[in-house]
């Protein structure tokens, strides 16, 4: 499951976090979010919290002067989550920001605006790249496309 963390402030990170840890649901959820900063306040809040499990966080990128996380800091299973469109008009920039995650254990998605045209075009080369995971609102779409392809998913 993945939880999308809009709102920065501490005590609502706590808030989801209490909730996670009361239901014992570590351990299947990655947190994502645009403000990369989040990535920092879940790894303090679960140190303090001595939550036995480890954390993974996608940054979310934009496609507007998308904001790519310092490798440093990203640990192994943290994913780059970038936005199709990224690779569509900027392909370069995106493939070194690809081999840098790859490098650094970091998985890399591909998610699709809501409004966006068909995607399947794109499945081929995301495979190719070697992705981790697209992420879709067609999902049917891509089964089928993936099904007459004979890729399983």
């Known amino acids: 499951m993945n939880i999308e963390i809009k709102d920065k402030r501490e005590e609502a990170i706590g808030l989801v976090l209490a909730l996670l840890q009361e239901r014992k649901m570590f351990g299947q959820i990655t947190f994502s979010s645009f403000n990369h900063e989040v990535r920092k306040r879940l790894a303090s809040e679960v140190n303090e919290r001595k939550i036995d499990s480890d954390v993974t966080f996608g940054y979310l990128m934009k496609f507007r002067k998308p904001n790519f996380p310092d490798y440093e800091h990203a640990k192994p299973g943290d994913s780059i989550n970038i936005d199709i469109r990224y690779l569509e008009n900027h392909r370069e920039?995106?493939?070194?920001?690809?081999?840098?995650?790859?490098?650094k254990k970091v998985k890399v998605k591909f998610w699709f605006p809501m409004d966006y045209q068909e995607e399947h075009m794109f499945y081929d080369d995301l495979l190719g790249l070697e992705v981790d995971t697209i992420i879709t609102n067609k999902p049917v779409t891509m089964i089928e496309y993936f099904h007459a392809q004979s890729i399983k998913v």
């Open 93 to 103: 920039e995106c493939l070194i920001q690809i081999k840098k995650a790859q490098e």
